[in-house]
């Protein structure tokens, strides 16, 4: 079945999945997804059989469906190797009653390295399929992990540039210089005054900005997207649910066939979402188990059906997740409704900042604050030996409270997405008060030394490596940096 896209929004222009992953955007400023969600076209059984690029592949093939079988298999084989520090790609951690998804075996060290390290070859391939002669320009506003991964992910691929904003003073300082020391002759980087909704909203204006885009197709460029909100970022990130689901059953944890509960620390909420398509595609999900930090503009949302951005908004430990406007929960409202209701809800969340809609499908709202995001660190460190990071720790606190106000006993994973030493200075503080006051980047040894693991290779000496990018600017003139930029 050949799958096509739409706009969430209502556009009538469907487009193949080639099509939509080098828009990144739709013209209307929807946000591309699939015309229906395809059902596996394999017994469950066979899951457990297959290597992380096998069932990429079986899952893949069946949402981007102009893409040949060989071009497929050139784009996971490409992403999929010596990148990941494990053969497993993204192993599962079964501590005591607690099973975690680690998604942090890439370069960069978080979960984006799961989608960004095959978005390259998937755009590269949609390009030529689709005749694009003008350099593709990566624009993504990243709250922290996205945008080194997509750096990583496109430094020095041929046709393209990329440029990666930033909010100066809302990401750890090892995420920070992950990103500034960042070489490539096609890589930029761009503090923003200003937090992550702001880059965001500000790098999704220029997607629609037709007299932008016309002036800078006439010099050979056109704009795509690395975060979330392009679909070949998504829908390489349902292949994990599946392959955690198939370690549970090798690890004795569930039988095949048994419901599942994922518990997943959200932000932009494409991660979750992934998890929600698969799903619909056939996994056995019984409870998504959606995890906020101190900006529970989700946990809000899941509790009483009114999304309202009209709030303070906090930095927290938990820097990937300090995000108000979550762009993929569009995607979940137009599976639920229609292109009519999402537009019009889109609409009044841009007027007047908030909309209510009733949503009574597997999704659940927890959220944990910032001590109790410590706790879930210090305890389980305490218990077991094993260091989560700020990030992972909000779903753990999340997933404790879930557990204690339903009693639910399906099997659940908790998805773990950056390591622990991209935050090392929070997660020691958390450990033990004495090393409140250590420096951001001796945490990284101390942490070794604490934990008995080893630095990610990826950081070792990060703090040692050249600077390369030192631009700062306001939050208003994103626009008038990439046409200065381009030009």
Known sequence: MNIMFRSTRGSKNYVTASQAIVKGIAEDGGLYVPENIPHIDFPLEEITKWSYKEL???????????????????????????????????????????????????????????????????????????????????????????????????????????????????????????????????????????????????????FTDNELKAELKEKGYVFSSANSINIGRLAPQIVYYFYAYAQMVKAGRLSMGDKINFTVPTGNFGNILAGYYAGKMGLPVNR???????????????????????????????????ILISSNLERLLYHLSNSDRTKTVMSELSSKGSYEFGIEDEFTGEYATIPETFKAIHDLFAETGYVMDTHTAVAKASYDKYLAETKDNTPNVIVSTASPYKFA????????????????????????????TEIPSPIKGIDKREVLHKTVIDRDALREFVKNKLN
Do not use: W
């Open 56 to 206: 990429a592949y079986n899952v893949l093939k069946l949402i981007l469906t102009d893409y040949t079988g060989d071009e497929l298999k050139y784009c996971i084989d490409s992403a999929y190797d010596e990148k990941f520090d494990t053969e497993l790609i993204a192993p599962l951690a079964s501590v005591g009653d607690n099973n975690f998804l680690e998604l942090f075996h890439g370069r960069t060290i978080a979960f984006k390295d799961m989608a960004l390290s095959i978005l390259p070859y998937l755009l590269k391939t949609a390009a030529v399929k689709n005749g694009v002669k003008e350099n593709i320009v990566i624009l993504t506003a990243t709250s922290g992990d996205t945008g080194k991964a997509a750096l990583e992910g496109f430094a020095d691929v041929e046709g393209t540039q990329i440029i990666v904003f930033f909010p100066e003073d809302g990401v750890s300082d090892v995420q920070k210089a992950q990103m500034v020391t960042q070489q490539g002759e096609n890589t930029c980087v761009v503090g923003i005054r200003g937090n992550f909704d702001d880059a965001q909203t500000a790098v999704k204006k220029i």
């Open 425 to 452: 200075k929070d997660v020691l503080k958390a450990i033990d008060g004495k090393y409140d006051n250590v420096d951001a980047f001796k945490a990284l040894e101390v942490l070794s030394e604490v934990s008995g």
């Open 288 to 322: 998504l188990i959606c995890a906020s930090n101190d900006n529970k503009v989700l946990y809000d949302f899941f509790r009483t059906g009114k999304y309202d951005i009209n709030r303070e908004f906090t930095v927290t430990v938990s820097p990937s997740m300090d």
